[in-house]
């Protein structure tokens, strides 16, 4: 399993980003092992129309209404995780939605993040070391 962090579901959509095409591949080579994290749907949203513009915006909205990516809408104790981990890592100021993709990550046993975030998520020691993608290819 797969958690994905903001960052490589920007990079995914975006065809002029320099990590397109290994995210991509990785995303391709099997989709169905892929987690989004309910945080990072409003935060990929943002960007994707502020970054990319409508016509991706709306292929992304409709993508996700017709199933091609899973998201993990979480439970209540995962807010309770986030906020300790958040904590625990306050001098990286994390925000709710890395902590959130950490938090699931955790509690789902993920075998690797997807994220380009490595300032965040390379200092945090992360339960059940997850490999980060693509770094950790």
Known sequence: MIVADTSAIIALLDASSEHHRVVRDLYQGNPDAWRLPWAILP??????????????????????????????????????????????????????VDAVVIATAERLKADAIATLDLQHFGAVSIKGAPRLLPRDR
């Open 43 to 96: 935060e990929v949203d943002y960007l994707v129309a502020k970054l990319l513009g409508a016509k991706v915006r709306e292929a992304f909205l409709r993508d996700l209404a017709h199933g091609a990516f899973v998201v993990e809408w979480g439970r209540d104790d995962d807010l309770a995780a986030a906020r300790q981990i958040d904590h625990r890592y306050k001098s990286l100021q994390l925000g709710l």
